[in-house]
């Protein structure tokens, strides 16, 4: 009997054409592996394994990969400040590193030289998803795997597919929602008409979870953050496990209308593209990281993290988690967290996260040694004087020589 196929399999559209139309095609097994990181809840996981097996998949899966996603990825865009653009915390690419990752091992324990995702030829995870399985195919000792994409090679419409399965009898759920959102740990994507354009602004019915920040409560919810070597280890002083922690604040941050945002950015594909997101967790984790660092990380040591995590968030987005300089980067990263231990004070109000102040035993900040503006015990002020003549001395020689 032929080796069975390992298909990532969600339950939607085109992974549901995927297990009948793989079947009868290639006339092996299929094997469906559902990877959670975190964008289904116990009702979701029922319903996905159930689909699988009225659509006649021989088995189902469901990977826990919560906490290898916090491990493999989340932690270091922590560590890193990692905002593409500025503005977006990586919400999708992340996972597709970790769900490639268990795909490739249900592969192996099932015996299968076959994997399946339902990606079309449109989007940046087909890309990402082909990236890692062959990397993982070539670091493994299982030999390589084939992959297999139905409906990027077929080219399929929505209509395309719904037919196929209804012509076997398969009911399709009719579309309740013109947006396509995507859920998981650090945030949720919502795709749209509106996003389609440069300026086009999402209803207010569209945002899945976040409460309008009009509509948050009128009084300001402050809390403090506890973070260990760049990690968050605690929030209102309760001791939560890091995908614990990023629940909680994705739960409650919702409901004060914190992590809304809209990102415009380059595809892997060599196009714009343009996303909303909703990422309470990992937005104010971010901030609040990210004032701590300045409290005790030395000026160069803060360059030099911005420019590389501006790159590892680069390499995660594209699908390159898988490059070696990645490992070189998390070296960095991890070294550089080693003092980045305190509290800090959030704040969220009607949508806004503020950052209100932060303390750590490592600080360089010690107004007992000076106080910006005002005095100071480390040097005189002819001292101060001489530093001035000579600061700035090599542009003063190059404005001297008419460069």
Known sequence: MPDPIALAFSGGLDTSFCVPYLREETGREIQTVTVDTGGFDEAEKAAIAARSEELGAAG????????????????????????????????????????????????????ATAVAHGSTGAGNDQIRFD??????????????????????ALELSREASTAYLEERGFAVEAKTTEYSVNRGLWGTTIGGKETHDTDGVLPEAAWPDTIAPADAPDQPHRFLIRFEAGVP????????????????????GAAHGVGRGIHVGDTILGIKGRIAFEAPGALTLLAAHRELEKLVLTQLQL?????????????????????????DIE????????????????????????????????????AGVARYGEDNALWSGRDAEGFAQIYGLQARLAARAGA
């Open 131 to 152: 990236t890692a399985l062959r990397l993982l195919a070539d670091a493994g000792d299982g030999g390589p795997l084939e992959i297999l994409t139905p409906i990027r």
């Open 331 to 366: 070296a960095f990263l991890d070294s550089s967290q080693q003092r980045v231990t305190g509290d800090v004070t959030v704040e969220w109000f009607k949508g806004s996260i503020r950052v209100l102040g932060a303390t750590s035993p490592h600080s360089l900040f010690d």
């Open 60 to 111: 189902h899966q469901m990977v826990d990969a919560r906490r290898d996603l916090w491990d493999r990825v989340l932690q270091y865009l922590v560590k890193g400040n990692v905002l593409r653009g500025g503005v977006y915390p990586l919400c999708v690419g992340p996972e597709r590193v970790v769900q490639a990752a268990a795909l490739a091992t249900a592969a192996r324990d099932l015996g």
């Open 233 to 252: 280890v605690a929030v209102g002083g309760e001791a939560l496990d890091p995908v614990s922690l990023v629940e909680t604040l994705n739960r409650t």
């Open 303 to 327: 360059v030099h993290k911005a420019s590389l995590g501006d790159l590892y968030g680069r390499l995660v987005h594209e699908g390159l988690f898988f490059d070696p300089v990645c490992r």
